[in-house]
């Protein structure tokens, strides 16, 4: 394969922490609600919600809070009070500007990949207001020399990113911990995909087995491992 010309790094639950937010803000409103049901069934219906949502809402904060409010609007049959949907923008606008804690090894795993030469870009999709300030707040900016934040992230999307940046599939190198949307697509693509898992992923983001079956990736347990595992790509060619 030809050597590598653009790396590409996801953002939310590679870099920084982002699930967990989400997670607990889910948790509180279920505590908040609980008159109105059990987790279970506030569970269920919100990610049936949300599921329907996606194509029109995309990702992020603000579909979190739009599906949460129809999804207590349908358990409730429109009983819902005034004050507990202010409860859940209240929850939501605290997704938006969280603070920005880098996982481990991170900062360093950039600088040694931008030690290397080659261009750094981050993609990531969501909100472009939400994915904009997250990046600003991370002090990583600096860092990439190239920044994509788009809707969705399939093979479409990479084909169309690389095709803008005058990249190969084969010349193309990204880093994420959504098998979904960071490592599947780019491995169908042709391009080397490096698998770092994280301790939660978000249910829309699952894959099965069979999804995954014979696609070849890297996988590694830490970012951390990124340089020494591009300069192997860059020193066999």
């Known amino acids: 394969m030809p050597t590598p010309r653009l790396i ?10 982002n699930q967990p937010h989400f997670d607990a803000a889910e948790a509180r409103l279920y505590e908040l609600l609980a008159h109105y049901g059990t987790p279970q069934q506030f569970s269920d219906q919100f990610f049936a919600v949300q599921r329907q949502n996606l194509p029109l809402f995309g990702y992020g904060a603000k579909p979190f809070m739009l599906s949460m409010i129809e999804t207590v609007l349908q358990l409730t049959d429109g009983q819902i009070t005034g004050r507990e ?3 859940i923008l209240d929850l939501g606008k605290r997704l938006l500007d969280f603070p920005i804690e880098l996982l481990p ?4 795993t950039l600088a040694a990949v931008k030690a290397l030469g080659l261009p750094l870009m ?3 999709k969501g909100d472009l207001f939400d994915q ?3 990046l600003a707040r991370s002090g990583l900016g600096h860092l990439f020399d190239r920044v994509e934040i788009v809707s969705e992230k399939n093979e479409g999307t990479y084909q169309r990113i690389l095709d803008r940046h005058n990249v190969a599939p084969a010349e193309f190198v990204m880093v994420g911990n959504s098998l979904k949307s960071d490592v599947l697509p780019v491995a169908r693509l042709g391009g080397h995909a490096a698998y770092v898992p994280y301790h939660t992923t978000w249910v829309m983001e699952r894959v099965s087995e069979a999804e995954r079956a ?3 990736f890297y996988e590694m347990q830490s970012v951390a491992e990124v340089p020494a595992w591009l300069e192997g790509l860059i020193s066999s060619k």
């Open 8 to 17: 590409a790094f996801d953002a939310d639950d590679t870099l920084w922490p």
């Open 85 to 87: 949907i202010q409860h």
């Open 105 to 108: 090894a991170v900062a360093d």
């Open 122 to 124: 981050l993609l990531t």
């Open 132 to 134: 904009e300030s997250k």
């Open 214 to 216: 014979g696609v070849a």
